[in-house]
Nanobody, 123 residues
């Protein structure tokens, strides 16, 4: 089972950018669908973006389309989330997930999570 380490969060002003990283050990990420979720205080964890394995397509929540981009570097065993034009409503803890998949058009995560990284966007 892969062990995931999330990093790259921080405090940024609205309109700014951050790049999150999710680095795996124990398994190669290339065999997994990879996704990012986020959880704001008092809210449910929600899907942000997914990158499907073996050269499949990327998928995004409507709230981040056109602003966020998911990518992976298989040689580095790392998945990235580039976040541009950040808004205060993007403030949350962001979590990487390995091995989930779509079920009836909804992305269902696996039980393999990173520890999360805090993103705070000030207005």
């Amino acid at each position: 089972q892969a062990r995931l380490v999330d990093s790259g969060g921080g405090l940024v002003q609205a309109g700014g950018s951050l790049r999150l990283s999710c680095t795996a050990s124990g398994r190669t990420l290339s065999i997994y669908n990879m996704a990012w979720f986020r959880q704001a205080p008092g809210k449910e964890r929600e899907f942000v973006a997914a990158d499907m394995r073996a050269g499949g397509s990327a998928h995004y929540a409507d709230s981040v389309k056109g602003r966020f981009s998911i990518s992976r570097d298989n040689a580095a065993n790392t998945v990235y989330l580039q976040m541009n034009s950040l808004k205060p409503e993007d403030t949350a803890v962001y979590y990487c997930n390995a091995g989930g998949g779509f079920q009836s058009s909804i992305y269902s995560p696996s039980e393999v999570w990173g520890q999360g990284t805090q993103v705070t966007v000030s207005s």
